[in-house]
């Protein structure tokens, strides 16, 4: 079963641009810092379900923001 998980895991890790990834690694702290919450590289099991909910709700929402302004034509 774990190992059935672990590829899994892979297929959905190798889909995507890994050049995004990193940006998106680099957004997710960046949001963090402006919410207040403490994320950190590595482990960040001392943070609550609400608090990691919280990062990529804002996270979603920032990015729908800046889709907007795109196909709206005002790149503010």
Known sequence: MAATRKI???QVEEKGVPEAREALNQFKYEVAN???VPLKQGYNG???SAQNGYVGGYMVKKMIEAQEKIL???QK
């Open 72 to 74: 709206s034509g005002s």
């Open 34 to 36: 402006e919410i207040g």
């Open 46 to 48: 001392d943070l609550t």
């Open 8 to 10: 899994q895991q892979q």
